[in-house]
């Protein structure tokens, strides 16, 4: 049977989930370097404004002008920014074959406040532009990406997304908008193609979003992945009390009671097997209420910052999936 991760990186779009601040983009990053490695041509997709993920992939974003090239990081490993307004743009284009008129159309006032005054087309466009991706092909006929990972945005915005298609299909009876929203839908209900990965830290809010997030996508039809634990710390050195107490047992009682230190250690001790504790708990509760294991990330004291960084992360996972 494969390995959860390399089942995860058979898919051909796998969306990165969670809460936010939990790590979806720095996950997004190392399973991207990862399934690079295995030798699959990789695109990872970050939506919105922010460059986080450039950044911890050590992308110099000075250097790269058109905002629709994803940018080279490594042998087989490429990032790109989705922006709706310049997928609507290039969407556009394509249909109506004149950039100039295209131009226009974006700069019309009446327009943008449309656009404005309906934000779920951002949404819309956003996957629109993700299934185009995952449609383009080599000239051989191959995929031109075996596996898109999308940097997705936090729990509720993400389900509203994946919704969308949805709410189209619902709505509009017929024409061409209907057809490309279905193959969007298509696309993420098939769970040969498309898979959804919950990034959570082991901690209570974050652990009952991603469950109430996994109770959402079943209703919409869509397969959950696995869930991923990040920055677990668990069986720290610090958590070997015995050690310490073996330690303190070989100085002498009397030159210890007039010393503070050991009771300050002991209760940072007691402090970090108690987190150590929970943390097993938490990642109990996840494998009883997915049905597998978590795929468990550890914590960098020294937080990820750049490709070397989400390297270390990329080879922790490389040896949880051993
Ligand atoms: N395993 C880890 N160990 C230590 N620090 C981590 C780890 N994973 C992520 N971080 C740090 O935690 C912070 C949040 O991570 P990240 O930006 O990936 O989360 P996010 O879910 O994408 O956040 P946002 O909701 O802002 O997009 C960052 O400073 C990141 O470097
Ligand atoms: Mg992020």
Known sequence: MAS???????HRLVFIMGKGGTGRTTVAAALGLLSARRGRRTLVVE??????LQRQLSVDTQQHSNPREPIQVSDRLWVLRLDPEEALT??????LK????????????????????????RDLITLGKLW????????????????I?????????????????QV????????????????????LRDPKKTCVVAVTLLEELPISETLEFSQGLKELGMAAGPTIANAVEIGSELADFTAVDTALARIDPAALAEWSAPDTLRAILRDSIARDALQREFLARLQTETGSAPIQLPYL?????????ISELSDALERADR
């Not at 959860?4 to 058979?10: F, G, M, P, V, Y």
């Not at 004149?98 to 087309?121: C, D, E, F, T, Y």
């Not at 004291?301 to 960084?309: C, F, I, K, V, Y």
């Open 90 to 95: 290039e969407y556009l284009e394509l249909q």
């Open 168 to 187: 189209i299909v619902n709505t509009v009876q017929l024409g061409p908008l209907r057809r490309h929203t279905e193959w969007v839908q298509e696309l």
């Open 47 to 52: 939506m919105g404004r922010e460059n986080d």
């Open 4 to 10: 959860a991760i390399a089942e995860l990186l058979d």
């Open 132 to 147: 185009h991706l995952e449609t383009r092909q080599l000239e051989d006929g191959a995929p031109l990406w075996d596996c």
């Open 301 to 309: 004291a020294e937080s990820p910052a750049d490709l070397d960084a």
């Open 98 to 121: 004149i950039k100039r008129l295209v131009h226009g159309i974006m700069q019309n006032s009446g327009i943008r406040k449309l656009l404005g005054a309906a934000p779920g087309w």
């Open 149 to 165: 990972i999308v940097d997705a945005p936090a729990t509720g915005h993400a389900l509203t997304l994946l919704r969308v298609p």
